[in-house]
């Protein structure tokens, strides 16, 4: 393996409980134990009461969107400057963009 960590992005509309934002959460938490992991939660809108759930070596990168279509902007911003090595979206709105 080479010496530069892997980035992994994710990217959820927002903390609010619901199935697939708990599952986008563990998923970032257990990537981040990996040592050679380097991980990125991409929020639309960072509210809800799931946000205490993230580990401390997760990165969590606020888009302030109230919509994806405003957040688009600094995605694009953040993938250019970042590029991670995958991004993984949960629902038909972050993923159908």
């Given at each position: 393996?080479?010496?530069?960590?892997?980035?992994?992005?994710?990217?959820?509309?927002?903390?609010?409980?619901?199935?697939?934002?708990?599952?986008?959460?563990?998923?970032?938490?257990?990537?981040?134990?990996?040592?050679?992991?380097?991980?990125?939660?991409?929020?639309?809108?960072?509210?809800?009461?799931?946000?205490?759930?993230?580990?401390?070596?997760?990165?969590?990168?606020?888009?302030?969107?109230?919509?994806?279509?405003?957040?688009?902007?600094?995605?694009i911003l953040y993938l250019r400057r970042e590029r991670p090595t995958v991004i993984l979206a949960?629902?038909?709105?972050?993923?159908?963009?």
């Amino acid at each position: 393996m080479t010496k530069n960590k892997q980035k992994i992005a994710l990217f959820i509309m927002s903390f609010r409980a619901g199935g697939g934002e708990r599952v986008m959460i563990d998923l970032a938490n257990a990537f981040a134990d990996e040592s050679d992991k380097k991980v990125d939660l991409l929020v639309v809108k960072p509210v809800g009461q799931y946000r205490n759930q993230v580990s401390k070596n997760v990165r969590v990168i606020s888009l302030d969107g109230g919509r994806i279509i405003f957040s688009l902007p600094k995605l694009i911003l953040y993938l250019r400057r970042e590029r991670p090595t995958v991004i993984l979206a949960t629902d038909e709105y972050t993923h159908n963009l």
